[in-house]
């Protein structure tokens, strides 16, 4: 799904997030493309962030923070818990 809520107000907007939460309870996987943090880290259970067409990484989302996402898409860093792809400038925690 490629920004599935980005044309629809609140109620609609509820409809598609229960409709992926079903889907989901049936075993079904789902690509979703979203710009809303607060949906990805609400819907998906693993995240991966691409920068200038590369892959930066991939996590689950229950293994990163928004914040440390919002890293990997800004600065193109790579926390710990993700794992890196070629795009990937891996984050200096010393």
């Known amino acids: 799904m490629d ?6 107000g609140p109620q609609e907007t509820r409809q598609v997030a229960d409709l992926i ?3 989901k309870k049936e075993g079904i996987g789902i690509f979703l493309i979203s710009h809303d943090i ?5 819907l998906a259970d693993r995240v991966a962030v691409m920068k200038n067409g590369q ?8 293994d990163v923070s928004k914040d440390e996402v ?3 898409i ?6 710990p818990a993700a794992t ?5 400038t891996v984050a200096d925690h010393a």
């Open 55 to 62: 892959l930066v990484g991939t996590a689950r989302t229950r």
């Open 84 to 88: 890196p792809g070629p795009g990937a």
């Open 21 to 23: 939460v079903q889907l």
């Open 70 to 72: 919002l890293g990997m």
């Open 38 to 42: 607060h949906d990805v880290f609400d």
């Open 3 to 8: 920004e599935p809520t980005a044309a629809l």
């Open 74 to 79: 800004i600065l193109g860093t790579c926390p």
